[in-house]
């Protein structure tokens, strides 16, 4: 059990380019949850996924943001047409959804710099 | 949706002291999670703890769920307890709502 793991740690970009960002669950963690963490702020909840399904996105998802599961193994999240406001820690979680103890284990998180 | 208010929002120790963390919550939970973030940003798991109490070496919790709050006790404070400490909960389906923390610096 190696953790949840994120890639790359850091991205700078310029303003309108395209990034994407990926996240390895841990093993046979079922669920995958990214979060947007801006300065001062606690974390906030973008979307969520069992195995490949996307079940739920929240309104912070714009358009511009689309998040992949394709072999409920790994998840990708693309960010198009990047602006300042995107600017961000962006967190990875997994969890075994066991409804006794459902824990959400967190990954490093990429941090995003648009300029 | 659920609110989540955590206090205090700034606390400074000197090493070996004792402190107490709150977080109140304006709803039912089924889950609750108390988390540290240290310095690089990583949020490392301290406790899940819908109802009672639990510990763990110099820290403990307890989730009183009916008066909706819990507290996240730190005793004997060392520099790297130093970080911000986030309560998260959970109300229905799988989303984790955070609060603002708590940042906590502990001095030497």
């Known amino acids: 059990d190696t953790g949840v793991s994120q890639n790359p740690r850091h991205k700078i970009t310029k303003r309108g380019q395209n990034v994407t960002f990926r996240c390895d669950p841990i093993s046979e963690h079922n669920r995958l949850y990214w979060y947007r963490q801006t300065l001062g702020q606690g974390p906030e909840f973008l979307t969520y996924?069992?195995?490949?399904?996307?079940?739920?996105k929240s309104r912070l998802l714009s358009d511009r943001f689309s998040a992949e599961r394709p072999k409920g193994s790994f998840s990708t999240l693309e960010i198009q047409r990047t602006e300042q406001g995107d600017s961000a820690m962006y967190l990875c979680?997994?969890?075994?959804?066991?409804?006794?103890?459902?824990?959400?284990?967190f990954g490093p998180g990429t941090r995003l710099t648009v300029l | 949706g659920i609110q989540v208010e955590q206090s205090p929002p700034d606390l400074i120790l000197q090493e070996g002291a004792n402190s107490t963390l709150r977080c109140n919550f304006s709803d039912s939970v089924n889950n609750l999670q108390w988390f540290h973030q240290n310095p690089w940003g990583q949020l490392i798991n301290l406790f899940y703890i819908p109802s009672g109490t639990k510990q763990n070496g110099r820290l403990s919790a307890t989730t009183v769920a009916t008066e909706r709050y819990s507290l996240l006790y730190i005793s004997s404070s060392q520099t790297t307890d130093s970080g911000v400490y986030f309560c998260a909960v959970e109300t229905s389906g799988s989303r984790l709502t955070f609060g603002e923390g708590t940042q906590l610096t502990v001095n030497p």
């Open positions: 996924f069992q195995n490949e399904a996307q079940l739920e």
């Open positions: 979680a997994s969890s075994p959804w066991d409804r006794v103890t459902d824990t959400q284990y």
